[in-house]
């Protein structure tokens, strides 16, 4: 959706310009807070918050106001189905990418229980094994941090899927003209992309800083979530392990007035 006017200077402005020609201003910017504004206002229409009556067959398709709509009601429909078609083209991508992060968490997991069967059990295990780096070595650890992203990519493969069948149920919704079903973040991704900042850390960190580049406000706000928990289960790891040096030292360098 392109301004035909600038918000800046009101000189008319053509659909494929990424500036005002009169006074420079980024007319890109403008689009992406009015999509932004969409959106929100879709979603409240979408909760029942505003009440959008449903269309017949033509209105909304054509983007022309039906009876009984009102200006901004029409702006909503042809945004819903503006994000219909991307919505489409955005559910084949989610059956790849779930697919692939199934199987991926199913093998992690099937490794991860490997360990464990070498471990024996994660008796005796604590924070003092991590406090260097050859406590990542341990079958028990190894059985904990494979066993956890396991279960973090099995969570986010059927969260993608979710997504994905949620995202066709909406292009149906669009096209029947009625109001399509919210395709936001699910349980199952929430809690596999949390379990990821977890058992595995630098990789929940960088899917974080990839998802703060999403399209969709949800989507970035957890994001912020992931990127603070995996740099805190960072954080907590790094000074255990200084502290497992700084008694390492203590234990070596003896006080000379305390030799004997």
């Not at 494929?16 to 959106?39: F, I, S, W």
């Not at 429909?77 to 078609?85: C, S, W, Y």
């Not at 990821?196 to 994001?223: E, N, T, W, Y």
């Amino acid at each position: 959706m392109r301004v035909t006017r600038c918000p800046k200077c009101g000189a008319k402005a053509s659909p494929t310009d990424t500036v005002c020609m009169d006074c420079g201003a980024d007319l890109t910017q403008v689009t992406a807070v009015d999509k932004e504004k969409l959106r929100a206002q879709s979603v409240a229409a979408r909760a029942g918050w505003t009440e959008v009556p449903p269309s017949g067959a033509g209105g909304a398709a054509a983007g022309r106001a039906v009876p009984g709509e009102t200006s901004e009601e029409t702006r909503l429909r042809v945004f819903d189905k503006q994000a219909a078609k991307g919505l489409a083209q955005e559910a084949i991508t989610s059956y790849i990418i779930g697919a692939v992060a199934l199987l991926a968490g199913i093998l992690v997991l099937a490794l991860g229980f490997g360990r464990y069967k070498l471990a024996g059990s994660l008796a005796g295990l604590d924070m003092s094994v991590l406090r260097s780096f050859g406590g990542f070595a341990d079958n028990r650890v190894l059985a904990l941090i494979l066993g956890g992203t396991g279960l973090a990519g099995i969570a986010i493969g059927i969260g993608v899927l979710w997504r994905g069948i949620g995202a066709m149920r909406a292009v149906k919704e669009v096209r029947a003209g009625e109001k399509p079903t919210i395709v936001a973040l699910n349980p199952f991704l929430q809690i596999g992309l949390l379990l990821l900042a977890i058992f595995c850390p630098p990789l929940g960190l960088i899917v974080g800083i990839l998802l703060k580049f999403s399209d969709d406000s949800d989507i970035r706000g957890f994001a912020q979530l992931i990127i603070y928990a995996a740099l805190l289960v960072i954080a907590i790891l790094v000074g255990n392990m200084l502290w497992g040096l700084a008694e390492n030292f203590k234990a070596t360098h003896v006080a000379p007035g305390n030799s004997t």
